[in-house]
């Protein structure tokens, strides 16, 4: 059982290490810039994926509607995670649909989409991207394997390649929007007291 344990614990840090690659790294700090951007422009976040990248979309949320690592201002995100919402659609139009009627709902010119993917070939995904870019919305991905469908479909892309299970690519997605999270804060907040009292741009 140690055995395998310590090659799972290998996966797991191979998988974070893409986020060294040129491509990640570039990914991440126009990502935080956008949402920057976004914020500073009066607009919002809005998250969507499927099954665990769903959490991983309502964590994206909560850290930027509550707080991250110190205190500051609230800043607006939705995740597209409202259950009556998605059984409502689900139900009565077709499951291909949640996530653009959210944005029907919720999206305005400004506005960021960012979607969370392991496959990159969710139809529900393939058309909340066509719908956010009609409306105006700049679009974020975070894909996998080979980027599926979505590849090339959205403003800003990154895939996180060589992994057969959904597992270690969210591992790396969620340690990027951690990382994105913390750049866009010291791109908002450098002159905010309690953020730099904090000694959090250290």
């Known amino acids: 059982m140690r055995e395998a344990i310590l090659h799972s614990v290998d996966e797991a840090i191979r998988a974070v290490s893409c986020l060294q690659t040129p491509e990640a790294l570039d990914f991440i700090e126009r990502s935080a810039s956008i949402l920057a951007e976004c914020f500073r422009n009066g607009n919002k976040l809005l998250v969507c994926g499927n099954g665990g990248s769903l959490c991983d979309a309502m964590h994206f949320a909560e850290e930027l509607t509550g707080f991250y690592r110190t205190k500051r201002p609230a800043l607006p995100a939705i995740s597209l995670a409202d259950p009556a919402h998605i059984t409502c659609v689900g139900n009565d139009v077709g499951y291909e649909y949640v996530f653009s009627r959210g944005i029907e709902a919720h999206g305005k010119k400004g506005d960021v989409l960012a979607l969370l993917t392991t496959s990159g070939n969710s139809r529900n995904l393939v058309s909340v991207v066509e719908i956010a870019r009609a409306r105006g919305l700049t679009t974020i991905a975070f894909l996998g394997k080979n980027g599926g469908k979505l590849k090339g479909q959205a403003d800003l892309?990154?895939?996180?390649?060589?992994?057969p299970w959904s597992d270690r690519i969210q591992?790396?997605?969620?340690?990027?929007?951690?990382?994105i999270i913390e750049q866009m804060e010291r791109q908002l907040f450098a002159h905010h007291p309690s953020y730099a009292?904090?000694?959090a741009l250290v």
């Open 157 to 163: 892309e990154w895939v996180v390649s060589g992994f």
């Open 171 to 179: 591992e790396a997605h969620m340690t990027a929007i951690h990382i």
């Open 197 to 199: 009292a904090a000694g």
